[in-house]
């Protein structure tokens, strides 16, 4: 149990423009899911937190007009890297949390998109 | 500020033994979590293990398991049985329950590695 999927695993694309990425929870149902952005060789960055039906809380730092999340459903995010530029390259980690006990509290991850921008 | 400390940039154990990561975390709330995740070469985040900072009697699950020092705010992972398998890195973090969620504060990570 807890799943959680991404789409696409790998992509790239041209510098100006937007990528979607989507993090899906596939066997429960998420109230807040998760954005994060991991360099090479390093730690977890979080970008910002969604909860379904309201507006993102993004991270200091973090453009909220530039990287979109639109979270739709309890089962569903989406992130938009919008006019995307090669330092916008990484790797994209999505996570979620249940929203039953006993596990709220745990962040079950997705298996990352690698987005490379030329 | 909450922080989480993983002083071992790397770490490498023989197959069948054991071995144990270290972490240290910073933190003056009472009530929070704690885990470990496990990041393979796949890139995919696996929850290790996880802990309630109220629960004194430390975490196992299989051939994992916690030290867990509250004074001490001393979270440390043992791996008993090494196995191929288990090489990766290795992430402490730290939840507080109550905050902003989403405030999941993860350590540099320890890589590690098996040999055979």
């Known amino acids: 149990g807890a799943v959680v999927s991404q789409h696409p695993s790998r992509v790239i694309c041209k510098s100006g423009t937007s990528v979607k990425i989507e993090c899906r929870s596939l066997?429960?149902?998420?109230?807040?899911m998760f954005w994060y952005r991991q360099f090479p060789k390093k730690s977890l960055m979080l970008m910002a937190t969604?909860?379904?039906?309201?507006?993102?809380?993004?991270e200091q730092g973090v453009e909220k007009d530039k990287f979109l999340i639109n979270h739709a459903s309890l089962t569903l995010s989406t992130l938009t890297v919008t006019s995307a530029h090669p330092e916008d390259s990484s790797f994209y980690i999505c996570?979620?949390?249940?929203?039953?006990?006993?596990?709220?509290?745990?962040?079950?991850f997705g298996p990352g998109t690698r987005l490379t921008v030329l | 500020a909450q922080t989480v400390t993983q002083s071992q940039p790397e770490m490498s154990v023989q197959e069948a033994e054991t071995v144990t990561l270290s972490c240290t975390y910073d933190?003056?709330?009472?009530?929070?979590?704690l885990f470990w995740y496990k990041q393979p070469p796949s890139r995919q985040m696996i929850l290790v293990i996880r802990?309630?900072?109220?629960?004194?009697q430390n975490a196992t699950e299989n051939r994992f398991s916690v030290n867990f020092q509250k004074a001490a705010k001393s979270f440390s992972l043992k791996i008993s049985d090494s196995q191929l398998g288990d090489a990766a890195m290795y992430f402490c973090?730290?939840?507080?329950?109550?905050?902003?969620?989403?405030?999941?504060?993860f350590g540099k990570g320890t890589k590690l590695s098996v040999k055979p």
């Open positions: 996570s979620a949390s249940p929203l039953a006990e006993p596990s709220t509290d745990t962040q079950y």
């Open positions: 066997d429960f149902q998420a109230t807040t």
């Open positions: 969604s909860n379904e039906g309201s507006k993102a809380t993004y």
């Open positions: 933190t003056s709330e009472s009530d929070y979590y």
């Open positions: 802990q309630e900072a109220y629960k004194q």
């Open positions: 973090a730290y939840w507080n329950y109550g905050g902003s969620q989403g405030n999941l504060i």
